[in-house]
């Protein structure tokens, strides 16, 4: 099958790809390399099944042209940063909303009926009901990040209704694994390179947070796109369990044999918008035979081992 | 008090005007009078407390520069039908979420804190539950007009979050009464002026609908921006029945003494994306003591009434 997939030089972007072209399979990369590294596709250079355009999905014609042929897209071009949302209020918009659009428009034009989109656990806000389900009632949002997610879950839900098309939407917790570029697994590893005596942190380090490795969310994704048949298909995605921002501080300390000061800066949330505990009811996903192999704990210790032998991945992002 | 009111040219934004200057306040109204009539805001421009600002909500520098000095937006610009979405697939976008997130960031620009917004029913898509509370499950959009409104919603409320801002959501059943201008009565209407022997009617006559006369839509407005306090506050609109399409049919003949034959299309849809039940649960919002005083009934009447001593009107809409 040819797949296309936007974000192709990305963190997920480009495990996926991996996988896609190891399963057999042609894919088309589109990336506009802005956060994506183009050294992430240089097994994939080596397939000739692979191919990269570089381009941006905010140009619609670019990318109108490059989907022609493909069968499935994978839309994983973001602005991921859940963080920085109020800094740059219309980033959100134009890279999440409008360009998921400009990618319904594109298989419209071209014909490709199915499509797999990468929401986020964000679009929940602060949610009341733990673990949280798929059907949870509506929230209200509480960050740039999630409303433009949440946005472009409707979008592809009203194509698929008004123009047949067939839908995968995952709503993912934290993703980590090689290739991992940022969040904060990445922020303290960063910070404790630099000065291992001390440790800032954003809140008071008892934030709940839900992780998932990356080649688990890949297994996710491949097996619903084979096995579920809705026109409109919205799994969660993520472990069955949660663990506090301090518990991810002690494993990443411990990988690095540090025991640096914490320096919290003391509120219940790290930034405006931040979710205070996330942790997402899978069920559905597991009913399909999914199982995560790795725990959170295994996770992070992985993005850890990646982060000390990829330096220049590190020393990239500053 | 200063208003900033957006679709002040049209069906609900010229009423809200009149109401808003009978009470006393001050209000700047927004159209780029593409869909709003100027006619309709004849009664406000005698009002040396009303100001109409010619303009479109997706040109952000008049935008940002009209609402100088407002402290309340209404904000009611938007492409409101929800039925031809597929046909200009990026209309909704554009006009509805983008718009939106233009009002909001000029209410930034200009240091505006409330805003009260013009939402849909339509946002349920096929709704599972009847009466339809606010605190539904996380609906499937199955309209473009629904993914565009709850888009919508979803930066007001990131806003609030990120910026301190206040938001009233309000979502609509189909509102009737003076200066109603689009929907089925105003089609059915039309029809039956040109040719009273027949009536085409676009489903199966069954689909279940609710109406609200206008000037109920308004109070339940004005009531909620008044008492509803939180920083995010939701209501539906509606009155607590609903009709079929062949129940209005009736009162429109009723009302203008004919009995064509009716010419069903059969399906159990009006239009793709059509919800064949719209009834939605309104007791947030008269909680608050809003009590509507025109029945479904009553509303389609004084409508029809409208709209026989407003020829010019219909005949504008062909």
């Not at 979710?275 to 009811?281: H, K, V, Y």
Request: proline share 3%.
């Amino acid at each position: 099958m040819r797949f296309f997939v936007t974000g192709c030089a990305g963190f997920i972007g480009s495990n996926l790809t991996d996988r896609l072209l190891a399963a057999g399979h042609q894919v088309v990369g589109y990336d506009n390399l802005s956060t994506g590294q183009q050294h992430f596709l240089s097994d994939a250079a080596r397939s000739d099944r692979f191919t990269l355009i570089e381009g941006d999905v905010l140009h619609s014609p670019t990318l109108a042209g490059a989907m022609r042929g493909s069968e499935f897209v994978f839309h994983l071009a973001a602005n991921a940063d859940v963080r920085f949302g109020t800094h740059r209020p219309r980033k959100d918009l134009e890279q999440n909303t409008i360009a998921t659009v400009n990618v319904l428009e594109a298989m419209r034009h071209n014909g490709v009926r199915r499509i797999a989109y990468a929401s986020t656990g964000s679009i929940y806000g602060e949610a009341q009901i733990f673990p949280t389900p798929e059907t949870s009632p509506i929230p209200v949002q509480t960050s740039l990040y999630g409303a433009s997610k949440i946005s472009a879950e409707a979008f592809i839900e009203a194509y698929c209704e008004g123009f047949g098309l067939q839908a995968y939407i995952f709503r993912f917790v934290s993703i980590l694994g090689e290739r991992y570029t940022h969040g904060h697994v990445f922020d303290f590893y960063k910070q404790l390179q630099i000065h291992p005596d001390y440790l800032d942190v954003l809140g008071n380090g008892k934030q709940r947070k839900s992780y998932l490795y990356v080649q688990d969310c890949i297994d996710a994704m491949l097996l619903a796109a084979e096995k579920a048949q809705h026109k409109v298909n919205i799994f969660n995605l993520g472990t069955d369990e949660y663990c506090e921002v301090d518990d991810s501080i002690n494993w990443i300390c411990q990988c690095l044999g540090v025991t640096p000061q914490r320096r919290y800066d003391g509120r219940d949330r790290g930034w405006v918008g931040d979710n205070p505990f996330i942790f997402l009811d899978c069920s559905a996903m597991r009913a399909l035979g999914w199982r995560p192999r790795l725990t959170i704990r295994e996770a992070v210790i992985r993005t850890v081992d990646y982060l000390r032998n990829a330096p220049s991945v590190v020393a990239a992002r500053t």
